[in-house]
T-cell receptor, first 117, second 114 residues
Framework: EAGVTQFPSHSVIEKGQTVTLRCDPI?????LYWYRRVMGKEIKFLLH????????ESGMPNNRFLAERTGGTYSTLKVQPAELEDSGVYFC???????????????FGPGTRLTVT | GDSVTQMEGPVTLSEEAFLTINCTYT??????LFWYVQYPGEGLQLLLK?????DKGSNKGFEATYRKETTSFHLEKGSVQVSDSAVYFC?????????????FGQGTTLQVKP
C-alpha cells in the first residue's frame, strides 16, 4: 500500500508569488489533514477534509490560503500571494475512519518545505 | 485551549544511555495521547499511543504512560541507539473532538552518538 505522498518536496518562491502544494492520501482514506511547522516550532493544524468537504478549517491562517480536495481524492493547498511568514514545512496526513473510542490513526507524508524569499 | 508542552532540545546522548523526553498537556475532557517520530528525510510516524489514564503505550523499546494526575506522557527508552536519532513530537487529540485533529508540542531533537 502506497503511503501519503506530497509534491513538491521543496519549493522556493519570492514574496508575492503563488505556490500550490499537492497531497495524495492513502487510497480509501476519507479523512485528509493539512498541518504546518514554522521555524522549528510546534506543528499546527490547518484544516481537515472528509472526502471533498471541509470539516474544520479553523487553523487556516488567513484568506491567502485556499485548500481544495477534488472528488475526495488528492488535495491542493494554494498560497496566494505568499508572504515571508508562510515559510515552513507543510505536512499532509490521512486516515481511514474514526476508530472506536475516538482514536484516529493518521499517516503522514514527508512534507513540503516552502521557502519564501 | 488544548496544548502540549515538550522539553526543549536538542538532547544529545551516548549510545546505550537512558532516554527521557518530558511531555505535559492541557486539555478538557479525556484526550488521547501520542508520540510521533520524524527520522531525517521522512514523514512523521506514529511511535506509540495511549487512550486513557494509566495506559502504557510501547513500541520499539520506547514506552510512555498516560498520567492523568500529573497531565504527563513522558517518553522513555532504556538504551538508545544511533538509529534513534530523530525529532520526537508529543501530541493529543481532544476527547471532545469530532475531527481528530492533532495538537502537537514543539518537538524534541534527539542525537545519539556512538
Amino acid at each position: 500500500e502506497a503511503g501519503v505522498t506530497q509534491f513538491p518536496s521543496h519549493s522556493v518562491i519570492e514574496k508575492g508569488q503563488t505556490v500550490t502544494l499537492r497531497c495524495d492520501p492513502i487510497s480509501g482514506h476519507d479523512n485528509l489533514y493539512w498541518y504546518r511547522r514554522v521555524m522549528g516550532k510546534e506543528i499546527k493544524f490547518l484544516l481537515h477534509f472528509v472526502k471533498e468537504s471541509k470539516q474544520d478549517e479553523s487553523g487556516m491562517p488567513n484568506n491567502r490560503f485556499l485548500a481544495e480536495r477534488t472528488g475526495g481524492t488528492y488535495s491542493t493547498l494554494k498560497v496566494q500571494p505568499a508572504e515571508l511568514e508562510d515559510s515552513g514545512v507543510y505536512f499532509c496526513a490521512s486516515s481511514r475512519y474514526l476508530t472506536s473510542g475516538g482514536l484516529y490513526e493518521q499517516y503522514f507524508g514527508p512534507g513540503t518545505r516552502l521557502t519564501v524569499t | 485551549g488544548d496544548s502540549v508542552t515538550q522539553m526543549e532540545g536538542p538532547v544529545t546522548l551516548s549510545e546505550e544511555a537512558f532516554l527521557t523526553i518530558n511531555c505535559t498537556y492541557t486539555a478538557t475532557g479525556y484526550p488521547s495521547l501520542f508520540w510521533y517520530v520524524q527520522y531525517p528525510g521522512e514523514g512523521l510516524q506514529l511511535l506509540l499511543k495511549a487512550t486513557k489514564a494509566d495506559d502504557k503505550g510501547s513500541n520499539k523499546g520506547f514506552e510512555a504512560t498516560y498520567r492523568k494526575e500529573t497531565t504527563s506522557f513522558h517518553l522513555e527508552k532504556g538504551s538508545v541507539q544511533v538509529s534513534d536519532s530523530a525529532v520526537y513530537f508529543c501530541a493529543l487529540t481532544s476527547g471532545s473532538s469530532n475531527t481528530g485533529k492533532l495538537i502537537f508540542g514543539q518537538g524534541t531533537t534527539l542525537q545519539v552518538k556512538p
